[in-house]
C-alpha cells in the first residue's frame, strides 16, 4: 500500500489498524464471549464454579486481545500530538483514563457474574474516583485558562 494522502481517509485508517477485517475480529471477540456463556450455562449444573472460571477465562483472552489492539490507538493519538501541539500530559491522562475504566468494568462485571455484586459496586466506585483523580491535573489546567481569559 502506498503512502496515504489527506484525500485518502480509509487509507490512512487502515494503515493505523481499523482495517476491513476488523469486523471479522469482532465477530470472533462475540463468538468466544458467546460460546464461554453457553459452556458456562451447562457447567453450572454440573459445578458452579466451573461456570465463572469459564467465563473469567473467556474474559482474560478478550482482554489481552482488546490490550493488543492499544497501540494503534497509541499510534494515532501520538499523530494527533504532532499535528496540534497538544501537551503529552492531556493524551496521558486521557489513555489513564480509558484504562482505568476498561479494568474496573472487566474486575466488576466479573464480580456481578460471580453473585458479588456489592463488591463489583466498590470497583466501579473506586475506577471513578480514580478517573476524577487523574483527571485533575487537567481541570485545574482548564480553570487557570478560562481565569487568564477572564482578565
Given at each position: 500500500m502506498g503512502e496515504a494522502t489527506a484525500?485518502?481517509?480509509?487509507?490512512?485508517?487502515?494503515?493505523?489498524?481499523?482495517?476491513?477485517?476488523?469486523?471479522?475480529t469482532v465477530v470472533s471477540i462475540a463468538v468466544i464471549g458467546l460460546t464461554a456463556v453457553v459452556l458456562a450455562v451447562q457447567l453450572k449444573a454440573v459445578k458452579g464454579e466451573y461456570g465463572?472460571?469459564?467465563?473469567?477465562?473467556?474474559?482474560?483472552?478478550?482482554?489481552?486481545?482488546?490490550?493488543?489492539k492499544i497501540e494503534a490507538v497509541l499510534t494515532v493519538l501520538r499523530r494527533?500530538?504532532?499535528?496540534?501541539?497538544?501537551d503529552g500530559m492531556y493524551l496521558e491522562a486521557l489513555m489513564k483514563m480509558i484504562g482505568i475504566t476498561y479494568i474496573a468494568e472487566f474486575a466488576s462485571g466479573i464480580c456481578k457474574d460471580?453473585?458479588?455484586?456489592?463488591?463489583?459496586?466498590?470497583?466501579?466506585?473506586?475506577?471513578?474516583?480514580?478517573?476524577?483523580a487523574v483527571s485533575m491535573p487537567i481541570l485545574l489546567t482548564l480553570m487557570e485558562t478560562i481565569r487568564v481569559f477572564m482578565r
Amino acid at each position: 500500500m502506498g503512502e496515504a494522502t489527506a484525500g485518502q481517509p480509509w487509507a490512512q485508517a487502515e494503515r493505523y489498524g481499523a482495517k476491513g477485517g476488523m469486523a471479522v475480529t469482532v465477530v470472533s471477540i462475540a463468538v468466544i464471549g458467546l460460546t464461554a456463556v453457553v459452556l458456562a450455562v451447562q457447567l453450572k449444573a454440573v459445578k458452579g464454579e466451573y461456570g465463572i472460571y469459564m467465563v473469567l477465562g473467556a474474559g482474560l483472552v478478550i482482554f489481552f486481545y482488546a490490550l493488543s489492539k492499544i497501540e494503534a490507538v497509541l499510534t494515532v493519538l501520538r499523530r494527533v500530538q504532532s499535528f496540534i501541539q497538544i501537551d503529552g500530559m492531556y493524551l496521558e491522562a486521557l489513555m489513564k483514563m480509558i484504562g482505568i475504566t476498561y479494568i474496573a468494568e472487566f474486575a466488576s462485571g466479573i464480580c456481578k457474574d460471580a453473585g458479588y455484586g456489592s463488591l463489583g459496586g466498590q470497583i466501579e466506585m473506586f475506577g471513578k474516583l480514580s478517573m476524577l483523580a487523574v483527571s485533575m491535573p487537567i481541570l485545574l489546567t482548564l480553570m487557570e485558562t478560562i481565569r487568564v481569559f477572564m482578565r
